[in-house]
């Protein structure tokens, strides 16, 4: 088992991104992607955390899925907060791994998408958060790496695992 890892927020091990079930897939979020390609951001080290279980075989996750929306969102917010080396990385990382698989947003999940985005006006998560959530319930994947509170709104379970208050 992989030792714990000390990040600015407190030391991360892999009980913090176990699931109740095993799964072998998990949608990466947006969030989790930028402050795993960007050192400088404060969540980089448990992002690392995450991808050393995953390696290591602490974590049962082998298949990290990314959709257009996610990647469009990563992407740009490293190219325009972090530098295009940190995005171009991210892609070719994307192109060349075997980790992460690329699943595009059905049509039927992307109209879910755009309801739900319409209907709940009281949520202030961005249109990708909606897409991500709809697509998810298509594909039957329960967990999304993410830093993204919206989620907690959404029939998916965020990891890594955090107090809700």
Same mark, same amino acid.
């Given at each position: ?72 969102? /990563? ?13 171009? +990385?991210?892609? !070719?990382? *994307? #192109?060349? $791994?075997?980790?992460?698989?690329? /699943? ?13 985005? +319409?209907?709940? !006006?009281? *949520? #202030?998560? $961005? ?39």
């Amino acid at each position: 088992m992989a030792a714990p890892v000390e990040t600015s927020i407190g030391t991360v091990t892999a009980e913090h991104f176990r699931p109740g079930h095993v799964r072998h897939q998990v949608v990466v979020g947006p969030k989790f992607l930028y402050a795993l390609f960007n050192p400088r951001d404060q969540m980089h080290a448990v992002s690392r955390a995450f991808m050393a279980f995953v390696r290591d075989g602490d974590l049962p996750y082998r298949r990290l899925i990314v959709n257009e929306h996610i990647v469009d969102e /990563a992407a740009t917010r490293l190219k325009k907060q972090a530098s295009i080396r940190n995005a171009a +990385s991210f892609l !070719t990382t *994307l #192109d060349e $791994s075997t980790l992460y698989q690329f /699943a595009s947003v059905s049509e039927t999940a992307f109209h879910d998408a755009k309801a739900t985005f +319409s209907e709940w !006006t009281d *949520l #202030d998560a $961005s249109f990708t958060d909606f897409v991500v959530a709809a697509h998810m319930d298509a594909l039957d994947v329960e967990h999304i790496l993410t830093y993204d509170r919206h989620y907690d709104a959404f029939d998916v379970t965020p990891l890594p695992y955090r107090n809700r208050d």
